[in-house]
Every structure is written in structure tokens, then in C-alpha cells.
Nanobody, 126 residues
Framework: VQLQAFGGGLVQAGGSLRLSCAAS????????MGWFRQAPGKEREFVAA????????YYADSVKGRFTTSRDNAKNTLYLQMNSLKPEDTAVYYC????????????????????WGQGTQVTVSS
């Protein structure tokens, strides 16, 4: 599946952004989707994931209570609503699709995802 993330930008601390990830190339519905981020000089880290049905969501502790991920299978689109942003949220954000349909796993590891978007920059100023 081809993924394209967009919606990043510059925002002040405490502000909000909504990222979107558009999927194409194969049916979107059966695949668990995830969000990861990578700050300069740091490894790519898990942010959030949503099960193929949208019924279950998973979050890194650092974003729990502030970020919400969701999906619209009819529109082949994944979302990440980011509220109460902090300077430490500054990173390039990537969306990713699990390698197998109806996959069940921890969802927080890079190796669980086969397809990646190009990333969108989020910068939070203090």
C-alpha cells in the first residue's frame, strides 16, 4: 500500500494539529495502522496504532491522553489528532501499515509494519 502523510506544521506549545495519512494501492481496511515519529538524532519511536477494525487503539505513554488516532476505512484514511502539544513532540511523523491483514501483535515495533509514508514535519515551539 502507498501511504502519504500530511497535516504537519509549526505550532506553539499547548496547541493542536491533526495529521492525516491517505492510503492507496490495496484495500486499506484489513490492515492495522500505526504512527511513529523520529526526532533529530534519535531513533524512530512508536506513537500510536489502531486495529484494522478501528475498535482498538494503542498509545505510547508519552502521548497517552493527548493524542487520538482513528481511521475511516471508507475513505482509506488514518488520522492522528494531537492536542496539548509539547516541544518534545517535535519530530517527523510517519504513518505505517502492518505487513499482514488482520494482524495481531504489540503494534509498537517497527518490524511489524511493512509500508511507510514519507513523513510530515511537526514542530512545536516553546
Amino acid at each position: 500500500v502507498q501511504l502519504q502523510a500530511f497535516g504537519g506544521g509549526l505550532v506553539q506549545a499547548g496547541g493542536s494539529l491533526r495529521l492525516s495519512c491517505a492510503a492507496s494501492g490495496r484495500p486499506f481496511g484489513p490492515y492495522t495502522m500505526g504512527w511513529f515519529r523520529q526526532a533529530p538524532g534519535k531513533e524512530r519511536e512508536f506513537v500510536a496504532a489502531v486495529s484494522w477494525s478501528g475498535g482498538s487503539t494503542y498509545y505510547a505513554d508519552s502521548v497517552k491522553g493527548r493524542f487520538t488516532t482513528s481511521r475511516d476505512n471508507a475513505k482509506n484514511t488514518l488520522y492522528l489528532q494531537m492536542n496539548s502539544l509539547k516541544p518534545e513532540d517535535t519530530a517527523v511523523y510517519y504513518c505505517a501499515a502492518a505487513g499482514r491483514p488482520y494482524y495481531r501483535g504489540t503494534y509498537s515495533n517497527l518490524y511489524e509494519y511493512d509500508d511507510w509514508g514519507q513523513g510530515t514535519q511537526v514542530t512545536v515551539s516553546s
